[in-house]
């Protein structure tokens, strides 16, 4: 079985600019969550879905946005990028919306703004 | 003070030793507790998860939490060079995982 699928792998950037980053779950599951992992800290929460709707937003500006589609993938869009969006974006499938038994990560985007 | 906290280390033990390490955290309404190792250059996974008070054994790992003190900590015995990576606490709260910044361990052959 596949697990959490993410594209692109590396993406170069120049500030201002928009991208969009791309996350299947593990085929089952209906909860899609997106971290950003600086180098050298933990990964911080920035949005959770679950049956496509918004169940929790982190410290994050408006630039950002993400939606889950019918078939449980799921976008995040960044909008204006700055330098200091450059990070490892993760996304995390569980089965449930509320998390309980861990998350499953994808390998990530590694995003680089210049 | 963060909501989850973890010493950065890095800690380094012998092969074969026991590694300890440990997490605290903030909200007294949190769930389930989760450690999740990461080497280097990859993306976390999940190791243990544990929701009750007491300790929870997998393998060479132990997870140990303590709700009163909000402590949870990650033992792993027998260590060896393939668990250097970096370890990184999480808190489980209505369906949000706060991480915290990990602990790097090295094991040394």
């Known amino acids: 079985d596949a697990g959490v699928t993410q594209s692109p792998t590396h993406l170069i950037k120049t500030r201002g600019q928009q991208v969009t980053l791309r996350c299947s779950p593990i085929?089952?599951?209906?909860?899609v969550s997106w971290y950003q992992q600086v180098l050298g800290q933990g990964p911080q929460f920035i949005f959770q879905?679950?049956?496509?709707?918004?169940?929790g937003r982190g410290n994050f500006p408006d630039r950002f946005s993400a939606r889950q589609f019918p078939n449980y993938s799921s976008e995040l869009n960044v909008n204006a990028l700055l330098l200091g969006d450059s990070a490892l974006y993760l996304c995390?499938?569980?089965?449930?919306?509320?998390?309980?038994?861990?998350?499953?990560f994808g390998s990530g985007t590694r995003l680089t703004v210049v | 003070q963060k909501e989850v906290e973890q010493n950065s280390g890095p800690l380094s033990v012998p092969e074969g030793a026991i590694a300890s390490l440990n997490c605290t955290y903030s909200?007294?309404?949190?769930?389930?507790f989760f450690w999740y190792r990461q080497y280097s250059g990859k993306s976390p996974e999940l190791i243990m998860f544990?929701?009750?008070?007491g300790d929870k054994e997998d393998g060479r790992f132990t997870a140990q939490l303590n709700k009163a003190s909000q402590y949870v900590s990650l033992l792993i015995r027998d260590s060896q060079p393939s668990d250097s990576a970096t370890y990184l606490c999480?808190?489980?709260?209505?369906?949000?995982?706060?991480f915290g910044d990990g602990t790097t361990l090295t094991v040394k052959p």
């Open positions: 995390a499938s569980s089965l449930s919306g509320q998390g309980n038994y861990g998350y499953t």
């Open positions: 085929s089952g599951h209906k909860s």
């Open positions: 879905y679950y049956e496509k709707e918004e169940r």
């Open positions: 909200d007294r309404g949190s769930q389930s």
């Open positions: 544990i929701y009750s008070n």
């Open positions: 999480a808190v489980n709260v209505r369906g949000k995982s706060t």
